[in-house]
């Protein structure tokens, strides 16, 4: 069974730091690269960042270049996302999932998501 645990958000002020974690488990986690995710109310589920399986490569949306930054650790089959000068646009659900590639978050490996954590940057 493919599960997706994520985990880290709360609420912060504008300018803020947040880092979220994505534990992960039922599949071999070092062989697909991993992607997060977030959703605002009334907007689409938009892609935020990838990293390759072996972590070497990323990817991220011109919305959080600069910002954010993706990483992994395949000891633990975890993915993390360290999120800094947080803007309230960034307040969203986050999800993350595994992808066939980092350049087209359209092509997810698995159909099931995780609950999801809340981020919130308000002042």
């Known amino acids: 069974q493919v599960q997706f645990v994520e985990s880290g958000g709360g609420l912060v002020q504008p300018g803020g730091s947040l880092r979220l974690s994505c534990a992960t488990s039922?599949?071999?986690?070092?062989?697909?690269?991993m992607l997060w995710y977030r959703q605002a109310p009334g907007k689409e589920r938009e892609w935020v960042a990838g990293?390759?399986?072996?972590?070497?490569?990323?990817n991220y949306a011109n919305s959080v270049k600069g910002r954010f930054t993706i990483s992994r650790d395949n000891a633990k089959n975890t993915m993390y996302l360290q999120m800094n000068n947080l803007k309230p646009e960034d307040t969203a659900e986050y999800y993350c999932?595994?992808?066939?590639?980092?350049?087209?978050?359209?092509?997810?490996?698995?159909?099931?998501w995780g609950q999801g954590t809340q981020v919130t940057v308000s002042s």
């Open positions: 990293i390759s399986n072996g972590g070497r490569n990323t």
């Open positions: 999932n595994a992808g066939y590639s980092i350049y087209d978050s359209r092509r997810r490996v698995f159909d099931s």
């Open positions: 039922g599949f071999t986690f070092s062989t697909y690269g």
